[in-house]
């Protein structure tokens, strides 16, 4: 029984669906959007927003705290340098879904997730 289990399992194990979701946030800040399965972009939203609250905080550990999550430099200095201002005055909803429909090959429900502007 999954009670008070939280979030998906999306068919994977614990290493496997953590390394799939710092991919997937990794991703969204460098191209600003993403088209993936609804169930992917569901679990990310709220790990996206949780990157980009501590972006705001922009003090150094905040961003040591970010470097754990998204290894590539480039996207850190990115998060922290171009995606966090802009975000100042907002308290929160960062991200946006958008369902797609489904996929041809496997009829996998498929959604968009990008950063609101």
Known sequence: M???MKGRQLSR???HRKATLRNLATSLFRHGRIETTTAKAKELRPFAERLITLARRGDLHSRRLA????????VLGRLFDDIAPRYAERPGGYTRVLKLGNRKGDAAEMSLIELVS
């Open 13 to 15: 194990t614990r290493s």
């Open 2 to 4: 999954r009670h008070r």
């Open 67 to 74: 470097a754990t999550k998204i290894s590539d430099r480039e």
